[in-house]
Structure formats: C-alpha cells, structure tokens
C-alpha cells in the first residue's frame, strides 16, 4: 500500500489513541488563549520529509522524534511503533491471567 500523508496522519491519530495520549493538539477552545496539548504526538510535514514530535509544554515547543523521513519511512517507522505497542500490550495481559 503507499503511504500518502493521510494514512500517516490516520497512524499517528491511532498511536494517540493506543498510548492514551491527547488526540486533539490543543486543550484551549476558541476565544481562549492558546494552550497546546502536552503529550499530543503530531505529525509535521515541510521539505526536508516528514517528522514526529511530541508536545512538551502548553506553551508549544515539541521535542523530535523523528525528521526527515520519507513517507514510505514514516509510515514504517509508525507500523513498527504501532506493533511493538500492540505487542506489549498483549505480552502484558498474558502475563495477568
């Protein structure tokens, strides 16, 4: 399947989600002053290729994870992120029982 920057989009959505993490980027409503969502993993986008970084403060700044991929890359590394999460959890729950 090709990666097109609506699928990495749907997969950074769904990390979001997995990992309980905010799925909105910000926690301000309209007329409010600007507040982003600490946790947020969002997906960026210019010409040096696509990258991932995380929201470390209300105030904006982001840490990197990931820059300068392709989107065949960024979709690998998102597919390999995803299944070591879905794995884990697994692991985890057969560990319980």
Sequence with gaps: MRATHYTL????YGLNEVLDRPVEQFASKVGEPTKFSVG????????????????VSEAGA???????????EMD???????????FRHEQTKKQEQ
């Design 9 to 12: 989009v749907a997969r950074v």
């Design 40 to 55: 947020h993993l969002a997906l960026g986008h210019d010409s040096a290729g696509y990258t991932l970084e995380e929201q």
């Design 62 to 72: 982001v840490d990197t994870i990931a820059c300068g991929y392709t989107a065949h």
């Design 76 to 86: 690998v590394l998102l597919t390999g992120m995803m299944r070591g999460i879905t």
